[in-house]
């Protein structure tokens, strides 16, 4: 009997629960389409079933309000405030209803009170300020939490809430201030920090605000690591990454670590192109560490990746630094052994050979010892035969090129690495003259996922459609195809000498602008850019319908952005590109490059 009593209870305390619940969602329907009658029936009933519950009391005086029945609303507030005078927030909706009749004097009597009477509990002061804030009333919130933080006697405890309020009146400093001050400084929550900032702060003044206030910090509380931690990150937030080195040197040495810091920042900073940066901060773990640390091996390697990377990003080096740069790689191999781990430093090696320092024999032989290595990663033999295939082609050894291509085709048919494979065979065919089946190949790469291939083969089959039907011959596009393979095996006198010959034999051909870009390419990688630049200013003022056109237009913004300074110019020359030329392969990439320029990328 008692067992069926009590599950006879259960089943009907389910049963209230879910019919709370359901009013509840019916209430919050009707206020919501603007029948308030009914939403402030079931308010009511909901605040009474419950004791006094504040959420469905406040909508219950809301929908009165909505109904402008403030007579009922004002007898509710006050009969409820004599059941429940520890509702302090409820001085706050009185407030609010007596401002909405414009009784603004009254009103403020009422915010007062509830300012004056809220004790030293963190809950009631919480609830008291959100319940400001939700009437968008930040300077009354603001006394609250200050209050709350002088009552209980902690600056941190409402620190958040009056970060947030200071954000919303947009007052950087004191947001800061009390952002820094949320979280006690603990390295356990240094990520919400860091959130708060990466999401709230923009522009260097405001960072700069930061990066005072932290390092007026540091001089308040110098054993406290968060705050040196958070200087670091604003660096590398900033791109200072040489700053931000600094940083962590003084951090590693003073916590004794491992490098860790270090490396990170290397990385950072090699992915940002501050190479300088990178470089130093490799050499400081190869310095201050031993070769026990777990970051030694990978800074040796890393270090030599940073500095290959400064000089041929820059094009600013000398045939002896490159020497010396090949030294330092083989070195590294003499020390760590040829084989699968080092397989990958090979291949930079052999670059560093083939393609800067032009000795394409020894290149070869390093490609070669890579191939024949047992226990190589495939992936790094595979890129190693496409290397030693171009190397081959640029010997004019074309049948070697070629079936080094096939063979990584064949290994990797549903790669990204075989449709790599897949363009060079085509390429190959195009330079040595036979169009009809590069054309062929480049229509079918057209569909790459890659979208540098699929966009290099649409160009190249347009190219080769387009001039092959203007003569009964293919010896000006030979002439041209020709000219591109000397400018691949670094031949570029022979190269221009090759397009020179293409204006002389044939005047006014239908190459002529593809005549200009391609010599406009080659000046472009001389770093003649001013060359550069008039060719293409010359194709697009005078060949604006052929298919150079969209490329020499975006050629020219990219020189006016990246090396004229002149991101005025930059920008009319993407607009054109993305209005005029809506269909080229560019478009896209030129109206994000136009939005960067204009700003629309800030926060």
């Given at each position: 009997?008692?067992?069926?009593?009590?599950?006879?209870?259960?089943?009907?305390?389910?049963?209230?629960?879910?019919?709370?619940?359901?009013?509840?969602?019916?209430?919050?329907?009707?206020?919501?389409?603007?029948?308030?009658?009914?939403?402030?029936?079931?308010?009511?009933?909901?605040?009474?079933?419950?004791?006094?519950?504040?959420?469905?009391?406040?909508?219950?005086?809301?929908?009165?309000?909505?109904?402008?029945?403030?007579?009922?609303?004002?007898?509710?507030?006050?009969?409820?405030?004599?059941?429940?005078?520890?509702?302090?927030?409820?001085?706050?909706?009185?407030?609010?209803?007596?401002?909405?009749?414009?009784?603004?004097?009254?009103?403020?009597?009422?915010?007062?009170?509830?300012?004056?009477?809220?004790?030293?509990?963190?809950?009631?002061?919480?609830?008291?300020?959100?319940?400001?804030?939700?009437?968008?009333?930040?300077?009354?919130?603001?006394?609250?939490?200050?209050?709350?933080?002088?009552?209980?006697?902690?600056?941190?405890?409402?620190?958040?809430?009056?970060?947030?309020?200071?954000?919303?009146?947009?007052?950087?400093?004191?947001?800061?201030?009390?952002?820094?001050?949320?979280?006690?400084?603990?390295?356990?929550?240094?990520?919400?920090?860091?959130?708060?900032?990466?999401?709230?702060?923009?522009?260097?003044?405001?960072?700069?605000?930061?990066?005072?206030?932290?390092?007026?910090?540091?001089?308040?509380?110098?054993?406290?690591?968060?705050?040196?931690?958070?200087?670091?990150?604003?660096?590398?937030?900033?791109?200072?990454?040489?700053?931000?080195?600094?940083?962590?040197?003084?951090?590693?040495?003073?916590?004794?670590?491992?490098?860790?810091?270090?490396?990170?920042?290397?990385?950072?900073?090699?992915?940002?192109?501050?190479?300088?940066?990178?470089?130093?901060?490799?050499?400081?773990?190869?310095?201050?560490?031993?070769?026990?640390?777990?970051?030694?091996?990978?800074?040796?390697?890393?270090?030599?990746?940073?500095?290959?990377?400064?000089?041929?990003?820059?094009?600013?080096?000398?045939?002896?630094?490159?020497?010396?740069?090949?030294?330092?790689?083989?070195?590294?191999?003499?020390?760590?052994?040829?084989?699968?781990?080092?397989?990958?430093?090979?291949?930079?090696?052999?670059?560093?050979?083939?393609?800067?320092?032009?000795?394409?024999?020894?290149?070869?032989?390093?490609?070669?010892?890579?191939?024949?290595?047992?226990?190589?990663?495939?992936?790094?033999?595979?890129?190693?035969?496409?290397?030693?295939?171009?190397?081959?082609?640029?010997?004019?050894?074309?049948?070697?090129?070629?079936?080094?291509?096939?063979?990584?085709?064949?290994?990797?048919?549903?790669?990204?690495?075989?449709?790599?494979?897949?363009?060079?065979?085509?390429?190959?065919?195009?330079?040595?003259?036979?169009?009809?089946?590069?054309?062929?190949?480049?229509?079918?790469?057209?569909?790459?996922?890659?979208?540098?291939?699929?966009?290099?083969?649409?160009?190249?089959?347009?190219?080769?459609?387009?001039?092959?039907?203007?003569?009964?011959?293919?010896?000006?596009?030979?002439?041209?195809?020709?000219?591109?393979?000397?400018?691949?095996?670094?031949?570029?006198?022979?190269?221009?000498?090759?397009?020179?010959?293409?204006?002389?034999?044939?005047?006014?051909?239908?190459?002529?602008?593809?005549?200009?870009?391609?010599?406009?390419?080659?000046?472009?990688?001389?770093?003649?850019?001013?060359?550069?630049?008039?060719?293409?200013?010359?194709?697009?003022d005078n060949f604006g319908e052929e298919i150079r056109a969209d490329n020499a237009i975006y050629a020219l913004a990219q020189l006016n952005e990246k090396h004229f300074a002149n991101p005025e110019e930059a920008m009319r020359l993407y607009e054109r590109l993305f209005i005029d030329y809506s269909d080229s392969t560019f478009s896209i990439d030129a109206r994000k490059r136009f939005r960067d320029l204009r700003g629309d990328n800030i926060q």
């Amino acid at each position: 009997m008692v067992r069926m009593f009590l599950v006879f209870v259960v089943s009907l305390s389910c049963h209230v629960v879910f019919a709370q619940k359901n009013n509840a969602k019916l209430a919050q329907h009707y206020f919501r389409v603007g029948e308030y009658e009914k939403s402030a029936q079931l308010y009511k009933e909901l605040s009474q079933q419950v004791g006094f519950n504040e959420y469905y009391f406040n909508q219950y005086i809301e929908s009165l309000m909505a109904l402008d029945d403030y007579e009922q609303a004002g007898d509710q507030i006050q009969s409820t405030l004599k059941k429940y005078p520890g509702q302090i927030p409820l001085y706050v909706t009185y407030g609010n209803l007596l401002e909405r009749q414009s009784m603004t004097v009254d009103a403020e009597q009422q915010y007062r009170k509830a300012i004056e009477m809220v004790p030293a509990d963190r809950g009631l002061l919480n609830n008291l300020g959100n319940s400001f804030m939700r009437l968008t009333k930040y300077d009354l919130a603001l006394e609250v939490f200050e209050k709350g933080n002088r009552l209980l006697k902690d600056p941190s405890l409402f620190a958040y809430n009056l970060a947030e309020i200071y954000r919303r009146k947009n007052e950087v400093e004191p947001m800061i201030q009390n952002y820094l001050n949320s979280h006690l400084a603990t390295s356990e929550r240094m990520s919400s920090v860091q959130n708060y900032f990466a999401k709230y702060l923009s522009g260097d003044a405001s960072y700069e605000v930061l990066r005072k206030q932290l390092y007026a910090k540091v001089q308040e509380q110098p054993d406290n690591i968060f705050y040196p931690e958070m200087i670091q990150w604003v660096f590398v937030t900033r791109k200072k990454y040489d700053r931000a080195l600094r940083q962590a040197r003084a951090l590693d040495r003073r916590l004794q670590e491992n490098g860790s810091r270090i490396y990170s920042i290397a990385q950072i900073a090699s992915n940002g192109r501050d190479y300088d940066t990178a470089i130093k901060a490799y050499q400081y773990i190869l310095e201050e560490k031993d070769a026990t640390s777990s970051y030694y091996v990978d800074s040796k390697r890393e270090l030599l990746e940073a500095k290959r990377m400064k000089l041929v990003r820059s094009g600013d080096y000398t045939q002896e630094e490159l020497a010396q740069l090949r030294t330092e790689y083989i070195a590294f191999l003499d020390e760590m052994g040829r084989g699968k781990n080092t397989a990958f430093m090979m291949l930079e090696l052999a670059q560093l050979e083939g393609l800067y320092l032009n000795d394409l024999p020894q290149a070869i032989e390093t490609l070669n010892t890579l191939i024949d290595m047992p226990g190589a990663n495939a992936y790094v033999t595979a890129n190693a035969k496409l290397e030693l295939g171009d190397y081959y082609l640029m010997k004019g050894e074309v049948w070697d090129a070629t079936l080094l291509y096939s063979q990584v085709d064949k290994q990797f048919k549903e790669d990204f690495l075989g449709e790599k494979a897949r363009f060079k065979n085509a390429k190959l065919s195009y330079f040595v003259g036979d169009f009809d089946w590069a054309q062929e190949q480049f229509d079918i790469l057209k569909r790459a996922t890659t979208k540098l291939i699929a966009n290099d083969a649409i160009d190249l089959s347009v190219f080769i459609m387009d001039n092959a039907n203007l003569d009964t011959t293919y010896l000006p596009m030979a002439l041209y195809s020709e000219s591109e393979l000397l400018f691949f095996q670094n031949r570029i006198e022979e190269g221009f000498a090759k397009l020179d010959s293409i204006n002389l034999l044939f005047p006014n051909h239908g190459l002529e602008d593809d005549v200009y870009f391609a010599k406009a390419q080659q000046y472009e990688r001389q770093k003649d850019y001013d060359q550069a630049s008039i060719l293409y200013q010359k194709i697009i003022d005078n060949f604006g319908e052929e298919i150079r056109a969209d490329n020499a237009i975006y050629a020219l913004a990219q020189l006016n952005e990246k090396h004229f300074a002149n991101p005025e110019e930059a920008m009319r020359l993407y607009e054109r590109l993305f209005i005029d030329y809506s269909d080229s392969t560019f478009s896209i990439d030129a109206r994000k490059r136009f939005r960067d320029l204009r700003g629309d990328n800030i926060q």
